[in-house]
């Protein structure tokens, strides 16, 4: 196949240090080896895209690279017995657009295993509107449900960094299924946007951000979802009600846990750690069709920001700097 398509290609500068991007004309016999060659409609702009953009958390050993950890589009050809021209397919995870060639390209050959099918109901930019980022949303709340949280219990779910993609899209699915959420955010002027998307109340940030000065502080949370980690997990996992649920999702706050054991002896709170990336194929299945059924495709569009390819590059800077608001679509067909 002689076809030339756009993509997003990262070098290293000569220090090996700096990152490089630059908009290049590529073709088919440039793109890594693979069972399943996919026209990428939609992809995103995660947390983790905006660490690669910029060069940081060593993620990417090897350049030339392309990066985009999650994209939605059609296969065109596929070795693999289950994919065949036509079929519309997601992939997320596996560390592609990290140690493989990823989304931010018109085209991307991949393993067979790596993909699910788009469920039924979804549109390829919807898809990427949930992402990694809504994927582990869902994920988070799985874990919630298989722990015995459920909505008719007395109690708040909390929501840290709610004004994020993790954060947005656990609001949307969390209210949609009858909980009652509460959203932690440094940003008060999007209190609005997270009352609208399903918060019934919202704390700040800062309060929660300070280390728990005892091992146990009053009861408040029935369950949480946690993107920030650090001191803020701790605060809330001394906060959580007897047998509490937290899933600890993220570190935008940092990786470390300035905590105590007491909360797990004397309350049985549970720590329940989510892993979008290996996911197991039937989970992924699962969750994707729970993201249909579970997750208002309104909220979804209210969360939702799409840009083109072209213009990705700033979005990188800004979402390491908190300042992307719920989720961003990347059109790169
Ligand atoms: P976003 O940048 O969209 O959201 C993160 C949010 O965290 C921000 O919007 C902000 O919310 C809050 N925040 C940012 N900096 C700080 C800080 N210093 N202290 C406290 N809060 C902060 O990222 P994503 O939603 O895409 O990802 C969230 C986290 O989850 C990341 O750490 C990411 O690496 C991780 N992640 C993990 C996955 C897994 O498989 N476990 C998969 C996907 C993501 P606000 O403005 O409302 O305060």
Redesign the pocket.
């Known amino acids: 196949m002689s076809e030339k398509f756009r993509a997003l290609v990262l070098n290293t500068a000569e220090d090996g240090k700096e990152v490089l991007p630059e908009f290049k004309d590529l073709s088919i016999n440039d793109l890594p080896e693979g069972d399943v060659l996919v026209r990428v409609a939609h992809s995103t702009l995660?947390?983790?895209d905006?660490m690669i953009l910029n060069g940081l958390g060593r993620l990417v050993r090897q350049y030339p690279h392309v990066p985009g950890v999650d994209f939605a589009g059609e296969v065109v050809d596929s070795s693999d017995a289950r994919y065949k021209a036509g079929d519309k397919v997601i992939l997320t995870?596996w560390r592609v657009g990290e140690s493989h060639w990823g989304g931010y390209a018109q085209m991307a050959r991949v393993k067979a295993d790596w993909l699910v099918p788009l469920p039924d109901g979804l549109s390829t930019e919807q898809a990427m509107a949930i992402g990694?980022?809504g994927?582990?949303s869902m994920?988070a709340v799985m874990a919630l449900e298989e722990q015995g949280v459920s909505p008719d219990q007395d109690g708040e779910i909390l929501v840290?960094?709610?004004?994020?993609?993790?954060?947005?899209v656990a609001i949307s699915i969390l209210s949609h299924l009858g909980y009652r959420v509460v959203?932690?955010?440094?940003?008060p002027e999007?209190a609005d946007y997270?009352k609208h998307l399903g918060a019934s109340d919202i704390v700040d940030?800062a309060a929660l951000?300070e280390a728990p000065n005892r091992p146990l502080l009053s009861e408040r949370w029935l369950g949480a979802i946690d993107?920030?980690?650090?001191t803020?997990l701790a605060h809330m996992l001394a906060e959580m009600k007897y047998h509490g649920v937290v899933a600890?999702?993220?570190?935008?706050?940092?990786p470390d846990l300035p905590a105590t054991v007491i909360p797990f002896l004397l309350r049985g709170v549970r720590l329940i750690?989510?892993?979008?990336?290996l996911?197991p194929y039937e989970r992924r299945v699962r969750a994707w069709q729970r993201l249909v059924t579970d997750l208002p495709a309104k909220r979804l569009g209210e969360a939702t920001e799409t840009v083109p390819l072209s213009a990705v590059l700033p979005y990188g800077e800004k979402?390491?700097?908190?300042g992307?608001?719920?989720?961003l679509v990347i059109d790169v067909a």
């Not at 600890?248 to 940092?254: D, E, I």
């Not at 750690?273 to 990336?277: A, K, N, Q, R």
């Not at 979402?319 to 908190?322: D, M, S, T």
């Open positions: 995660n947390y983790k905006g995870g990694t980022a994927f582990t994920l840290t960094g709610a004004a994020g993609g993790v954060g947005s959203a932690s955010t440094g940003r999007n997270l940030r951000a993107s920030v980690g650090s803020t600890a999702c993220g570190l935008a706050g940092g750690g989510i892993d979008s990336v996911c979402i390491l700097k908190g992307v608001r719920g989720r």
